[in-house]
């Protein structure tokens, strides 16, 4: 796999011992499986549900196709690496070596243009509702999508494939041109823009996020106000609600996303500590055992993130239900027709810009067991 850049050295079949083979063929369908799953699913809920289609959501949806990209182009073509030669040929040599490169660029930055949104939203919330947009998310995004796309092209030249005649055969590999001291500035200059400048950056927001949330919280109304004002009537407590759940939603988004952060510092740490250790020594550290680890942690970074959504937002939980109660109903006959049937909510939108909640009209229909009930809908708690 090119997640080594250069780091994992591709041998003979007869090279790699059994249990290597088992153990890599298991963890790899296994980690590749359940975040190709997750992530085609956040994909899904976010642009299949009205109001999961914020800023924040439009970042995690461009960091989940980027993992879906290193699964399929990484982890997937390592299986029939361990236990074979190259069969991809020179075109599959020069993509997957692209796509690689591609999805594990475009996830480091996914991850700094959430971490810099969630900043200005909490930090500078005036500013937030001109800056945080889901236009804007959307120009950013693609911005950050050609650019890499560019960068990346320069693997089209940097990689071929290679052909070792042995007395039982030919092995054909996928390899790197030059030799491997020539593209030590390229390793250098992508754990510096894809890992150090990402962390570092994020530190310091998530640093000034958490003084605003934790230690001086946003400005609302205070809390002795409220209580001290029930007697104004009902409207001055359901604001002083808002305002709290505004508050707890903001935190629990963040602290999501704080995770996600972490979570792709550990996980890269040993391959890029690696890449590192290996640009000083000769030879290299080429250990079988723990370049598994490492390609295992690479893919598990790429996997884990859905897990991790679901584990701590209630609305991507609910969405995550209600995709899979569709795909179930899907099946299913339904009445030739049905009268559309209109109710109005209010709505915490507390990914996106604004601070203020919306109301809008959604269709009872795509929701077939509470019409059939007839019960009041109720809306997905904020995450």
Not at 143 to 154: A, D, I, R
Not at 275 to 280: A, H, L, P
Not at 352 to 381: G, R
Request: hydrophobic share 45%; proline share 5%; aromatic share 12%.
């Amino acid at each position: 796999s090119e997640t080594s850049q250069g780091d994992f050295d591709r041998h003979s079949p007869s090279f790699h011992p059994l249990e290597l083979q088992v153990v890599t063929i298991l963890l790899v369908l296994l980690v590749c499986g359940v975040g190709i799953v997750g992530n085609a699913m956040v994909v899904l809920v976010v642009l299949r549900t009205k109001h999961m289609v914020t800023p924040t959501n439009c970042y995690l949806v461009s960091l989940a196709v980027a993992d879906l990209i290193v699964l399929l182009a990484a982890g997937l073509p390592n299986i029939s690496e361990v236990v074979a030669s190259w069969v991809y040929g020179y075109a599959g040599c020069l993509c997957i070596t692209y796509l690689q490169y591609l999805g594990i660029n475009i996830s480091a930055w996914s991850i700094t243009a959430f971490t810099v949104e969630r900043y200005i939203a909490i930090c500078h919330s005036i500013k937030a509702q001109l800056l945080c947009t889901v236009s804007r998310a959307k120009r950013i995004i693609s911005s950050l999508w050609l650019f890499t796309s560019l960068y990346c092209l320069m693997w089209f030249f940097l990689v071929d494939t290679s052909q070792v005649i042995f007395s039982d055969g030919a092995q054909v590999s996928c390899g790197y041109r030059v030799s491997r001291s020539l593209y030590m500035p390229i390793y250098f200059l992508d754990f510096v823009v894809f890992y150090i400048i990402p962390l570092g950056l994020a530190t310091v927001l998530y640093g000034l996020i958490a003084r605003i949330l934790f230690t001086s919280p946003l400005p609302t109304t205070p809390q002795h106000a409220c209580l001290g004002s029930m007697h104004q009537g009902g409207s001055h407590n359901l604001s002083c609600r808002s305002n709290e759940g505004a508050l707890s939603s903001r935190k629990q988004v963040t602290k999501m996303l704080a995770v996600v952060v972490v979570l792709f510092a550990l996980l890269w740490m040993p391959y890029r500590t690696l890449v590192v250790v290996n640009s000083f020594m000769d030879p290299p550290y080429l250990n079988i055992w723990f370049l598994l680890f490492c390609r295992m942690c690479i893919y598990l970074n790429s996997a884990i993130n859905p897990i991790i959504y679901n584990l701590m937002s209630q609305k991507f939980r609910a969405a995550f239900r209600k995709l899979c109660k569709c795909e179930q109903n899907s099946t299913e006959n339904r009445p030739p027709y049905t009268a559309p049937v209109y109710y109005s909510v209010v709505k915490d939108y507390s990914h996106d810009s604004s601070d203020h909640n919306v109301t809008e009209q959604e269709d009872l229909n795509s929701l077939p067991v509470l019409a059939t009930k007839s019960k009041p809908a109720k809306e997905a708690p904020g995450p």
